[in-house]
């Protein structure tokens, strides 16, 4: 066979064989056995130099007219299969599926418990206070009547800056930072964290309390105990009892820690016959502690002497641990997604 005439007949060839190409290695295999450095276009001009020189130029010419057909034919090809999958995506897209949702961040147990704890004492007409966690000694001890050498001070294993500043071990500080600047009647809560040198299986060295004081004309150990049963059933379901043992605050006096009926067993000390794991068969929950805001107290911050106020203070930890049910304090501070991602 000629040249010219094996050269006409590549571009039908090709033709039947893009007719079967329904892939992109079906085309590229045909590319290669045309177009390719060994394929047929190649071979065929590889024979050029055999024919009669006058002949050469019209064969060129026909060989040149033939890589482009075979090209254009290619590109069509390409074009075709690339609709039709398309087409075929289109057709196999169901618009009404649910589309795939990124996980969103949840706020953390420890923020929505003390969330919860404010805006039960929001309702109660309480406002939110706050104040640094970097404190002096004056407003984390000394007002609060813990003078330098108080024994008191031993119970909260102090994070020193400077001999004179602090991380604040308690919220109770917030108390002379609020009477300091707003006249009584006055009713705040003061959310925030408080650091101490603990660190074992029941304490981490920063912590979260939730401090609380109401002063006014006339304000009774009565009211107290009103606020503080509402707050409990508020948080821990209306059959929640409370009461209150007799104990020790430099700040407050009486002094009282306050005990909520079990949540798990209700006060009864066995689940089922077993004895209740979470109040240890005791029946009470320690909560808060609380008392009579001390005179020395409203005499540091220049407030009458016949004002009367009452405070508390509650660790948010203990409380939320409480409210889910969780048995492992640390769990609030490994942030494991898996965990953390459970509360909403
Ligand atoms: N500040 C105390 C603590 O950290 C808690 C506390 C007890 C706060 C009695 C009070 C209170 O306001 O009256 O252990």
Not at 39 to 62: C, D, N, Q, W
Request: with cysteine; charged share 25%.
């Amino acid at each position: 066979m000629d040249i010219i005439s094996a050269l006409e007949g590549l571009a039908p060839e090709l033709e039947k064989g893009l007719e079967k190409a329904s892939t992109a290695e079906d085309l590229e295999s045909l590319r290669v056995r045309f177009l390719g450095r060994k394929g047929s276009l190649a071979t065929i001009m590889g024979e050029l130099p055999s024919l009669a020189p006058e002949k050469r130029p019209e064969a060129g010419k026909v060989a040149n007219r033939v890589k482009e057909e075979l090209t254009s034919l290619f590109e069509a090809r390409k074009k075709a299969l690339e609709e039709q999958a398309e087409q075929a995506f289109i057709a196999g897209f169901d618009p009404t599926l649910p589309g795939r949702h990124p996980w969103e961040g949840t706020r953390h147990p420890i923020t929505l418990t003390m969330e919860k704890i404010c805006s039960v004492f929001e309702k109660l007409g309480f406002d939110i206070e706050s104040g640094p966690e970097v404190e002096t000694d004056y407003y984390n001890f000394e007002a609060l009547n813990l003078p330098p050498e108080h024994p008191a001070r031993d119970m909260q294993d102090t994070l020193y800056i400077t001999d004179n500043i602090v991380l604040r071990t308690q919220t109770s500080a917030v108390q002379v930072h609020t009477m300091e600047k707003r006249k009584p009647p006055l009713a705040v809560v003061s959310p925030g964290k408080v650091y101490r040198r603990d660190s074992d299986i029941t304490h981490t060295p920063m912590f979260h309390q939730v401090e609380g004081l109401m002063v006014g004309d006339n304000v009774t150990l009565a009211h107290l105990r009103g606020v503080l049963t509402a707050f409990s059933q508020a948080m821990f379901g209306k059959e929640t009892r409370v009461r209150f043992r007799p104990s020790f605050f430099p700040f407050t006096e009486p002094s009282a820690e306050v005990d909520i009926s079990c949540c798990l067993c209700h006060g009864k000390g066995h689940v089922n016959g077993t004895p209740c794991r979470v109040c240890k068969t005791t029946g009470w929950l320690e909560i808060l502690g609380c008392g009579m805001v001390d005179p020395a107290v409203f005499s540091c911050v220049g407030y009458p002497e016949d004002i009367t106020g009452f405070a508390f203070g509650m660790g948010v930890e203990r409380i939320a641990m409480l409210t889910y049910g969780l048995g492992d304090l640390r769990m609030f501070f490994e942030n494991d997604a898996r965990f953390l991602r459970q509360f909403v």
